[in-house]
């Protein structure tokens, strides 16, 4: 399976020239993670983390665990898996066999971790549900993206993850498109529904929306 990940392409939100268009350099930038994605990464860690409750009696002692692959593809969520680590399970250390982005066979080892058992059987299941779910959006996108051949694959923002299953989408090869609704301009069904005026039509109340709009100002949406 080939793997390429696109650089650069973070023009600012509404001074878009052309499609298709990225926006990978608002989630990571100079070798970390941006603000914006880390504020995302923090929200859904923190509330994996409450979410287990404590995780019950555990046995006393240290421990080692190894993660392994179930089938190959692209590895992604290591910033993650690093975020979630430093903030909750701090007394767990980590070493990575892989980087984020690397094809990964079946069976192999992508992270051992080292620490007392409580903490490694409460951060288990969080650390395989965000591995798994962001690894299988960038082998699948991957995968859609080499069979697309010149054409890009994009992702919509039906994204059950918000920015980290767009990270997943960068990570396989594709574009992230919109990250929020104020990033450019979308006129969809629920726009218009919302618009409409007392008795207009549709096909009115379309044309007067698409009136209002600056073509220049948004000409690499329309």
Not at 205 to 216: L, N, Q, T
């Amino acid at each position: 399976m080939s793997f390429r990940t696109i650089e650069g392409g973070g023009e600012a939100r509404h001074g878009v020239a052309t499609l298709p268009h990225d926006r990978s350099a608002l989630l990571w930038s100079a070798d970390c993670p941006t603000p914006l994605f880390l504020d995302s990464i923090d929200r859904w860690v923190d509330a994996m983390v409450a979410d287990e409750h404590g995780g019950g009696d555990a046995p006393e002692g240290l421990v080692e665990a190894r993660i392994s692959t179930k089938d190959s593809g692209i590895l992604c969520g290591r910033p993650v898996a690093e975020r979630l680590l430093s903030r909750h399970f701090s007394e767990c250390s980590s070493e990575w066999g892989v980087s984020e982005g690397d094809a990964v066979e079946k069976g192999q080892t992508v992270l051992v971790l080292h620490g007392p058992a409580d903490g490694m059987l409460r951060l288990e299941r969080i650390l395989l549900n965000l591995l798994g779910r962001l690894s299988g959006i960038s082998s699948n996108t991957a995968h859609w993206a080499e069979s697309a051949g010149s054409m890009r694959v994009a992702a919509t923002r039906k994204t059950e993850w918000g920015l980290l299953d767009k990270w997943g989408i960068h990570i396989g090869g594709g574009l992230t498109h919109r990250l929020d609704r104020g990033d450019a301009l979308m006129l969809k069904e629920n726009d218009l529904a919302a618009m409409m005026g007392e008795g207009e039509g549709e096909i009115r109340a379309m044309s007067r929306m698409v009136s209002s709009v600056d073509m220049e100002q948004h000409a690499g949406f329309t």
